[in-house]
């Protein structure tokens, strides 16, 4: 079976510029995860989807950071414009569902995104 | 608000030596804990997962034990080899959340 799916690995941009990540999740998993890992840091989960609806984005920063799931499967993940302190590994993760009781979670290897 | 919290940040050990690694938590309405072990440059591979209910879980050589009412957790991990080398996550989930402790940095001596 195919795990989470993230590109591209690393992106290095300068401050004020926009960059986007792409996710595919686990085929079936209806859930798909956004996280940030600031270096020394655990993730911090940014954006929540149910199929192609948010169940809860209240740590993303909506003035510079977007994200969607048209379809409900794969997603992307954009900030406009990116500062210095965006500089972070993005994590995605699908499960089954996520509403109720606990699904595991399976992460995808992640986007280093440096800003300078 | 939930805070998860691990000491030590970073760790090394000689090859073979038993060790722990620790997790707090301040909110014990918790509805599993779960280890995740990360590697550089890599995604979270789930380790072990202790449902409320539950006291420990074993894997290998891995034990991970939970005291809800304490606040804590343990990762046990026997016989330490090099391939252990590795950051090590706690995190909790309620409401379907997952929340991270900050992580253990291991590193296994040859």
């Known amino acids: 079976e195919a795990g989470v799916a993230q590109s591209p690995r690393y992106k290095i941009i300068e401050k004020r510029q926009s960059v986007a990540f792409w996710c595919n999740p686990i085929s079936g998993h209806a859930t798909l995860y956004w996280y940030q890992q600031i270096l020394g840091q655990g993730p911090k989960l940014l954006i929540q989807?149910?199929?192609?609806?948010?169940?809860?984005d209240s740590q993303l920063p909506k003035d510079r950071f977007s994200a969607e799931r048209l379809k409900g499967v794969d997603s992307t993940l954009k900030i406009q414009p990116a500062k210095l302190e965006d500089s972070a590994v993005y994590l995605c993760?699908?499960?089954?569902?996520?509403?109720?009781?606990?699904?595991?979670?399976?992460f995808g290897p992640g986007t280093r995104l440096t800003v300078l | 608000k939930q805070e998860v919290t691990q000491i030590p940040a970073a760790l090394s050990v000689p090859e073979g030596e038993n060790l722990v690694l620790n997790c707090s938590f301040t909110?014990?309405?918790?509805?599993?804990l779960q280890w995740f072990r990360q590697d550089p440059g890599k995604g979270l591979t789930s380790l072990l997962l202790?449902?409320?209910?539950?006291r420990e879980q074993t894997s290998g050589r891995l034990n991970a034990s939970l005291d809800k009412s304490s606040g804590r957790s343990t990762l046990y991990i026997a016989a330490s080899q090099p391939g252990d080398s590795a950051t090590y996550l706690c995190a909790v989930t309620g409401g379907g959340k997952l929340i991270f402790g900050q992580g253990t940095e291991l590193s296994v001596k040859p």
């Open positions: 909110d014990s309405a918790i509805y599993n």
């Open positions: 993760a699908s499960s089954l569902s996520g509403l109720s009781s606990y699904n595991e979670q399976f």
């Open positions: 989807f149910q199929n192609n609806g948010v169940v809860d």
């Open positions: 202790i449902q409320s209910s539950q």
